[in-house]
């Protein structure tokens, strides 16, 4: 797959084009207190307006970049993601929602994996489930997030499958994992965190509170088939999120969540067809096939053939199903 918009804003860096991480956090913490942070300013006002220069410029400068790593080791990974969120959703205008999107897919390759853990895991379930926060995910807001989302998933799964960790994920290795095991446990007779909130904030009680209670035929998806490792932190939370995109199609309740899954498949078929490496939607029950299709902009056959897996049997049955319904 070729992000070329978030490669586009990569090349304005310096000449060499890495991120690169000074080798002693102490240093560049003295370093950016003494000439980024201007003096007893909130971190949080610090990254806002940070963001919104970088966003007025266009590009991500060397100061700007080492001072969001520096905020970034500060706050957090989730304060860090979380509040780059709120500002992409404060833009309303198209042209600059999408110029956002850029930036912030440059920004978070300070640490691709973790920020897309949080990303996926946390942020995005809170936001489909909490209708309070609905509103924000109308277009052009909703869509950018939803471009950012799955440009972030398909880069973190195909890095992540492809080569070693780096010093920083070694280092999380071991609390991420004791993180994610009590999000989104191993054990699939007790229901995630993740399907008890979405219980909670359903009028009626959902049948998707954990891959164990549901059927077979309705549990299945591509990723179960070729037997990939749900021990992964990454995996688990890309079946979890998919569970419940599936919910959210199959719910009675339409609104800009609903929109928000849509351009999230939409942008998941757009990058497939630039070439993808690695393709996310293997991790999608294949009921949720025939939910996808009764939402307009998704009602086609190549959509269909985009969503579901064809190398596998029930694959090209659910396909076919979906194709003779439209």
Request: aromatic share 8%.
């Amino acid at each position: 797959m070729s992000f070329h918009h978030g490669a586009h804003v990569c090349r304005r860096l310096p000449a060499n084009g890495r991120l690169r991480c000074a080798p002693r956090w102490k240093a560049r913490s003295r370093f950016l207190t003494a000439t980024c942070f201007p003096a007893k300013e909130p971190i949080r006002k610090a990254l806002s307006s940070q963001f919104q220069t970088v966003l007025r410029k266009g590009w991500v400068d060397s100061q700007a970049l080492h001072l969001f790593e520096g905020l970034l080791n500060m706050g957090g990974v989730f304060w860090f993601t979380n509040n780059l969120i709120k500002e992409l959703l404060k833009e309303t205008r198209r042209e600059w929602a999408n110029r956002a999107v850029e930036l912030l897919y440059s920004i978070f390759c300070l640490d691709t994996q973790q920020i897309t853990l949080t990303l996926l895991g946390t942020i995005l379930p809170n936001l489909m489930t909490d209708s309070a926060h609905w509103h924000s995910l109308s277009d052009p807001p909703g869509k950018a997030l939803a471009k950012l989302s799955v440009w972030c998933a398909l880069s973190s799964y195909s890095s992540h499958h492809r080569g070693p960790l780096s010093a920083r994920q070694r280092k999380r290795q071991k609390e991420d994992i004791e993180d994610y095991n009590s999000l989104f446990p191993l054990d699939d007779t007790q229901p995630s965190k993740l399907m008890r909130l979405l219980s909670s904030n359903e009028d009626e009680p959902v049948t998707l509170s954990s891959p164990g209670d549901r059927s077979m035929s309705s549990s299945l998806s591509a990723s179960q088939l070729h037997t990939v490792n749900m021990r992964d932190p990454l995996n688990r939370v890309l079946a979890n999120l998919f569970l419940l995109i599936s919910s959210i199609v199959g719910s009675k309740m339409a609104g800009p969540h609903t929109q928000f899954v849509q351009s999230f498949i939409q942008e998941c078929v757009e990058c497939l067809e630039q070439g993808s490496r690695g393709s996310i939607l293997q991790f999608m029950p294949f009921t949720m096939v025939s939910e996808l299709v009764k939402l307009p902009a998704l009602a086609n056959p190549k959509v269909v053939l985009a969503i579901t897996d064809l190398t596998l049997p029930l694959g090209r049955r659910v396909a076919a199903k979906a194709i003779s319904a439209l």
